[in-house]
Nanobody
Framework: QVQLVESGGGLVQAGGSLRLSCIVS????????MAWFRQDSGKEREFVAA????????YYSVSVKGRFTISRDNAKNTVYLQMDSLKAEDTGVYYC????????????????????WGQGTQVAVSS
């Protein structure tokens, strides 16, 4: 059974930091490209960051580039999202997603590319 479990969300003041984690089970994690998405109430889910299966390639949305860092530890089946300089507009439910990648360099950023999703973790940034 495939499971993606996010953690690390919470309430933080603007300018603060949070580190999200997503532990994956039931899949061969080292074969998977991973990504983080977020969704605020009343809005569509949006892409945040992506990482290739070996971690060498990362890709960010314009809104978070330079403030967020995606990373992974294949020995721990875990992907991380370090979020610094948080803004009120970063508020939302953050989801991790996984899909098989055919090469070490491949990454994906459309939610339709991903078949496996976590349940989400809430991030709230107060201004």
């Amino acid at each position: 059974q495939v499971q993606l479990v996010e953690s690390g969300g919470g309430l933080v003041q603007a300018g603060g930091s949070l580190r999200l984690s997503c532990i994956v089970s039931g899949r061969t994690f080292s074969w998977d490209a991973m990504a983080w998405f977020r969704q605020d109430s009343g809005k569509e889910r949006e892409f945040v960051a992506a990482i290739s299966r070996n971690g060498a390639t990362t890709y960010y949305s314009v809104s978070v580039k330079g403030r967020f860092t995606i990373s992974r530890d294949n020995a721990k089946n875990t992907v991380y999202l370090q979020m610094d300089s948080l803004k009120a507009e970063d508020t939302g439910v953050y989801y991790c997603a996984a899909r098989y990648a055919g090469s070490d360099e491949d990454f994906y950023y459309r939610d339709s590319d991903f078949a496996s999703w976590g349940q989400g973790t809430q991030v709230a940034v107060s201004s």
